[in-house]
């Protein structure tokens, strides 16, 4: 249903709507998300993805909050741990977001654990972003999203690294681009503020496709033969070890770094070193602050250019490596 | 019993964060004292990292107040804070997230004299979540003179950036001259403009001639000493008092100045900000007085009398709708007698405005005469430019714009985002963790990207650069040269437009030998200030000592004498680009101006964006109007050049 914009959100949304443009804003609005694992990454998404106007927001987490919480969930005072103290009913995580909730995106708040969900639950949403999942809960929601044309995202932060991985199906969406020489103006027609600053230069929305695998594709690419046969370019060290730390949740073994793990994994040697995976293992704990941040800033405009169709998704890894500071975007599929 | 569960989670907390940065860092984290200068879209996101992160010592300066607009990704902000200051907001808000954290706010301009060079020596670590480039400029000036750590960021839509920078080591905030905004000459602006933007700087100019600080530098009536309508017939528009060239004026005593610029102020008071007269003058006769001058239209088509077009035009209004499910109220393009109501009853409104101003500070008993400021969230005064720009536009057959694009472009808005910010905040405090391990080789410059770059990266940290050492403001001795025209520059002009305009003094002292030329005590120099500097004694190769005691910042200029400037210029700064007079400064995006050798580096990683500033950014053309200031202002230029960052400065935060 079309509705005119108000005053109040004209005025609200005033920037964003000048960055990105009134339909990207209007479909952002109609945006059903569910979010599942309120970390502190899954907080800083929820955040973020309620700051822009969506429609919805489903909470889903059913764990207690912990102290560990603490470091990274900027929504949870010391009080909410004070309540446990004293025998007060356990607070629920998302408990403590509703109160930052100012604006006119409905909130709601599901207790349950995601791995008690059927397939159909998923159906509901326009996309299903799950935080701190183990791999074959990612696997199994992302399949289930498949099932129902629901665009799926995951991710976590591990210490000082972080990723996301993708599946926004076959996603359809407008870029701005930069408009040939000779091309008449579109005058009057602004979309952005971009496109009104700089009359020269101007952009005009054109209109583009990006295809997407599911994860049990991404985590089947053959990377042995692959990289043997140049059929793919190496992914960045992290997605490695990635693959590694799910080979230890798929066989229930501890987090070591040994050549074995590797094999087990089909992790070719030369693209990760075990030093940097032990270095990884071990920083594996409670969520940092600025990373969470980092991640979830990533995270939530890949969210948000999902559901407004506006701008190139990073399609379909992206991997905060606190190593080195840097972020990748890649693709991992063939 | 709470004091214990209190103190108990705390221990928790500390736990969790030492297990993560480890013991030791941890306890420098917990004895840092930092300062974070902002509290707007980078600020909220930092300080909550910081809080999460253990950081309990803070002390937050930001002299604005919240806004709606502001709400969207200023987290810490809630409806109900509108127009409470950002930095009070912010604190109290962080605070809940760990009440232990002792965060101390300032509601106040961070160059107040206050916070001194001992006052920054207290920190730590200095954050900088700025907004625009003079308090920048500021920050690091202080910085470096306290020798304190500096962490320096900036965001522009989906863009972002965050350095280091620290004394000795690495490039300081200034080492690299950040390029002037781009820059439309005068007499496009007053004679021949060919795109919406000259109508637009036009519209805003004659806020400034109607309701605010009137000068020559915002001129917009017809320029007939135009030297591309050199030769015209002499009668052409020298009828017209108005129609001085610019350049002459600059060069001419301060008197003549004045006198034609209150012209139009004095025409507008005498015809008693009159609207079918003002219309008639502005849109009809000052028009035909450029029609006159015919060489300036053998290449250009030529402008059309308003009351031509009123009679030519059927359209009356193309009003389909006050909003509709595709665009918004302020995206309708209005016609061309919509345009002329609109300015009419603007115009009527702010002179009734400006008389009540004047009648408040009469009342007050204030010397200062009251002016207008223009803001573009001052809905009357956006009114009156779209309204005034549009007019122009139709005259010069430009095609017409709508009120929400002319407020990205008449303020300059570079939109900010919630996700961005967060990003950058999330880099500043990694860099800060770093610091206090005293790990300056591994602190990196970040540059946050659209899109991944050919080694994939979206987040690209890259080594930071060594000092320049011929920095005119972290160099051992600092030096620079700048061109002139020492006949006409005035010592006033000197020190407004170069010291404090383009080299980010705040109050200087200017020597020559023993002879103290410009002094920063109020007062004690001023009957210099309308003297040329050749009267002074400067003249062409002169070098001029010059003192700021507050930023403890020492420069020796060497001034060299120039007849002629290109592009409106008034001077030169060597190794800077042209300066022109503040007057018609263009829109501009955030300026990329990494370092040569910086931009080498980076552009072997990537294409990523260089220098870009916190949140929306906004390009001051006049300097007279800030975002945050009310809309009237008691000011004097004395005033206007101590007053905040935001004022003076050409990039200010929406
Ligand atoms: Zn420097």
Redesign the pocket.
Request: a negative charge.
């Given at each position: 249903m079309a509705v005119a914009f108000t005053d109040d959100e004209a005025q609200l949304y005033d920037r964003q709507i000048r960055l990105w443009g009134l339909d990207a804003q209007k479909r952002m609005r109609s945006a059903r998300v569910l979010l599942a694992g309120l970390t502190g990454l899954g907080v800083e998404v929820a955040k973020n993805i309620v700051l822009a106007g969506i429609k919805s927001i489903t909470l889903l987490d059913g764990a207690v909050t912990t102290d560990a919480d603490l470091t990274a969930q900027f929504y949870l005072g010391v009080e909410s741990l004070g309540l446990n103290v004293s025998h007060s009913p356990k607070t629920r995580r998302q408990k403590r977001l509703l109160v930052h909730n100012a604006f006119m995106v409905a909130v709601v708040v599901d207790e349950e654990n995601l791995e008690s969900k059927q397939d159909s639950f998923f159906s509901q949403f326009d996309i299903v972003c799950l935080v701190g999942a183990p791999l074959n809960t990612m696997i199994s929601v992302n399949d289930a999203c498949r099932k129902y044309c629901v665009k799926f995202i995951a991710g976590s932060v591990y210490g000082l690294s972080g990723f996301l991985f993708q599946d926004l199906l076959e996603h359809d969406y407008v870029e701005d681009v930069v408009r040939a020489p000779g091309e008449p103006p579109q005058v009057g027609k602004h979309e952005t503020a971009q496109q009104a600053l700089d009359a020269a230069n101007e952009t005009t929305a054109s209109q583009f496709h990006s295809s997407f695998t599911p994860l049990s594709a991404a985590l089947s690419v053959a990377w042995s033969d692959a990289i043997a046969a140049k059929r793919i370019k190496p992914a960045p060290k992290l997605w490695f070890a990635l693959l590694a730390l799910w080979q230890t949740q798929r066989q229930n073994i501890e987090l070591q770094a040994t050549s074995d793990l590797l094999a087990s994994a089909g992790i070719p040697s030369s693209v990760l070193p075990l030093d940097y995976l032990s270095a990884f293992f071990q920083s594996i704990g409670p969520e940092m602050s600025p990373v969470s941040a980092i991640v979830g800033g990533v995270y939530a405009q890949e969210v948000l250019k999902a559901v407004s169709g506006k701008d190139a998704p990073l399609n379909n890894v992206f991997l905060f490596d606190g190593t080195d500071g840097a972020g990748y975007a890649t693709r991992v599929s063939l | 019993m709470a004091t214990t569960s209190s103190s108990n989670h705390g221990a928790d907390r500390s736990a969790a964060v030492s297990r993560i940065v480890g013991d030791d860092v941890y306890a420098r984290i917990k004895a840092a004292k930092v300062l974070m200068v902002g509290a707007g879209g980078i600020g909220c996101e930092l300080l909550k990292n910081l809080v999460l992160s253990g950081f309990v010592n803070v002390v937050v300066v930001d002299l604005d107040t919240i806004e709606v607009s502001n709400l969207n990704r200023q987290f810490l902000f809630q409806r109900q804070h509108v127009g409470l200051p950002k930095a009070q907001v912010a604190a109290d808000s962080a605070r809940r997230f760990n009440p232990q954290a002792n965060i101390v706010f300032h509601h106040a301009n961070i160059k107040n004299k206050e916070f001194s060079q001992e006052w920054f020596g207290q920190f730590d670590l200095v954050l900088n979540a700025l907004d625009n480039v003079s308090a920048r400029n500021h920050v690091n000036r202080m910085c470096l003179a306290a020798d304190v750590p500096l962490v320096e960021s900036g965001t522009a839509g989906y863009l972002g950036q965050v350095t280091v920078i620290k004394k000795g080591a690495t490039?300081?905030f200034?080492?690299t001259p950040k390029p002037p905004p781009k820059q439309h000459p005068v007499c496009t602006i007053r004679n021949t403009p060919s795109l919406p933007i000259h109508c637009i700087v036009w519209g805003k100019f004659l806020f400034n001639q109607l309701f605010g600080l009137a000068d020559d530098e915002n001129n917009i009536s017809p320029n007939t000493a135009d030297p591309e309508a050199a030769g015209d017939n002499a009668d052409a528009g020298r009828q017209d008092v108005d129609g001085r060239d610019a350049n002459a004026e600059l060069s001419s005593a301060d008197s003549a100045t004045n006198n034609n610029v209150q012209s139009l102020r004095a025409w507008a008071i005498e015809h008693q900000y009159h609207a079918d007269e003002t219309v008639q003058k502005l849109f009809v006769n000052d028009v035909k007085t450029l029609l006159r001058m015919d060489k300036l239209w053998r290449e250009r088509r030529p402008p059309v009398p308003l009351d031509t077009l009123l009679e030519q035009s059927t359209d009356g209004t193309n009003d389909d709708g006050p909003a509709s499910s595709t665009r918004l109220k302020d995206q309708r393009v209005w016609g061309l007698k919509e345009c002329t109501d609109v300015f009419r009853s603007s115009l009527s409104r702010l002179a009734q405005r400006l008389s009540e101003e004047q009648a408040k500070a009469a009342a007050s008993g204030s010397s200062e005469a009251a002016i207008l400021s223009w803001d573009k969230d001052d809905d009357l005064a956006m009114d009156f430019v779209t309204a005034a720009a549009n007019l122009r536009m139709s005259v010069f057959s430009i095609p017409n714009m709508c009120r929400f694009d002319a407020k990205s472009m008449a303020g300059n808005i570079i939109p900010a985002i919630a996700t961005t910010n967060a990003i950058v905040a999330g880099l500043i405090v990694l860099e800060a963790m770093k610091i206090l391990r005293d790990q300056f080789s591994i602190c990196r410059m970040t540059f946050l990207a659209r899109k991944p770059n050919s080694r994939m990266k979206v987040l690209l940290p890259t080594e930071l650069s060594k000092?320049?050492p011929n920095?005119h403001?972290?160099a051992a001795k600092p030096r620079v040269t700048v061109h002139v025209n020492t006949n006409t520059m005035t010592l006033g002009q000197f020190d407004e437009v170069v010291l404090k305009g383009r080299l980010g003094m705040i109050a200087p002292d200017m020597m020559e030998g023993n002879r103290i030329l410009l002094s920063s005590e109020p007062g004690e120099t001023d009957i210099n200030n309308p003297k040329a500097l050749s009267s002074l004694g400067i003249v062409h190769d002169t070098s001029v000592f010059v003192e700021d005691f507050h930023q403890s910042y020492e420069l020796t200029i060497r001034v060299l004498h120039r007849e002629a400037f290109e592009a409106d210029a008034q001077f030169v700064v060597e190794g800077q680009g042209s300066v022109p007079p503040p007057a018609a400064q263009a829109p501009a995006a955030p300026a990329p101006t990494p370092s040569a050798d910086r931009k080498r580096k980076a552009e072997d990683d990537s294409d990523a964006p260089a220098v870009v500033d916190d949140d929306d950014i906004v390009l001051m053309d006049d300097g007279s109007a800030s975002d945050h200031q009310p809309a009237a202002a008691h000011v004097n230029k004395k005033h206007r050049l101590e007053t905040p960052a935001d004022d003076e400065d050409d990039i200010v935060f929406e």
């Open positions: - | 490039e300081c200034e080492c000092p320049n920095c403001v972290c």
